[in-house]
């Protein structure tokens, strides 16, 4: 038996693992024959590493599917260590990344605040958690062009919330130089959280407004679905 191991980082704030539940609960909708365990990195329960213990003592196998966004430090160090103490037959897949499905969530979500694609004094900050992987800010960077692709839009920037790269101020800044009478915020994150509330009172005082962040939408719950599935066809073919 596999099982689907959907691993969110966790937050102190409740809101984050409601999100890590709807989602699991949109991919058994989507595929009801096959078994999905929510699991946290941390803050939240259960841990990844009991869910990964129970999987060892019921000899099943599991892909891990890693519910982050970036590349970076949890996807690269913590999640293997954590399969690699539990003697599981666990593989890992990989974060979901700039997925188009989330860019099109991102998109919905700026449409569902009253953005228009001709809107040319508009201009859109994408935020997103910072890493001190400068490789992982640089693939999260290319969201922006992506984004912005096919509108009239002043522009789009992307920012970052943590990390040594945080430039809200200075990307509403760029912005505004190139024409934007009108700023907003689009949070490249799955779940309101701490971190959200804290960008969203840097929002207020760059005179901006913020849209919803992605959430659980079908479309990030296929995404999911779909690193599970590459990292099973991997595994049949190798």
Same mark, same amino acid.
């Given at each position: 038996m596999s099982v689907l191991i959907l691993a969110a980082h966790g937050s102190a704030d409740p809101r984050s693992a409601t999100v890590t539940h709807a989602l699991a609960g949109r991919i058994r909708r989507l595929r009801p024959w096959l078994a999905v365990r929510a699991a946290f990195?941390?803050?939240?329960?259960?841990?990844l590493t009991d869910v990964l213990a129970d999987i060892a003592e019921r000899d099943h196998s599991a892909v891990v599917v890693p519910m982050l966004l970036a590349s970076a430090y949890h996807a690269r160090v913590d999640i293997p260590a954590m399969i690699?103490?539990?003697?599981?037959?666990?593989?890992?897949?990989?974060?979901l990344g700039e997925d188009p499905a989330l860019l099109a969530v991102l998109g919905q979500r700026l449409a569902e605040h009253g953005v228009s694609p001709g809107d040319r004094d508009l201009g859109v900050i994408v935020v997103a958690v910072g890493s001190s992987s400068d490789a992982a800010n640089a693939r999260t960077a290319t969201?922006?062009?992506?984004?912005?692709?096919g509108t009239s839009? /002043?522009? !789009?920037?992307?920012?970052?919330?943590?990390?040594?790269? %945080?430039?809200?101020?200075? #990307? $509403?800044?760029? &912005?505004r130089r190139r024409g934007a009478r009108r700023i907003v915020v689009a949070p490249w994150f799955l779940a309101h959280g701490l971190i959200t509330d804290r960008?969203?009172?840097?929002? /207020?005082? !760059?005179?901006?407004?913020?849209?919803?962040?992605?959430? %659980?939408?079908?479309?990030? #719950? $296929?995404?999911? &679905?779909?690193?599970f599935d590459e990292t099973q066809s991997a595994y049949v073919a190798a």
């Open positions: 990195l941390d803050h939240s329960e259960p841990s690699e103490a539990s003697g599981a037959a666990v593989r890992q897949a990989d974060v969201v922006g062009p992506a984004l912005g692709s839009w /002043a522009g !789009v920037e992307v920012a970052f919330a943590t990390g040594p790269h %945080s430039d809200l101020t200075e #990307a $509403a800044d760029r &912005l960008v969203a009172k840097s929002v /207020a005082t !760059v005179g901006a407004s913020m849209t919803a962040p992605l959430g %659980s939408h079908n479309l990030v #719950a $296929a995404a999911l &679905l779909d690193r």
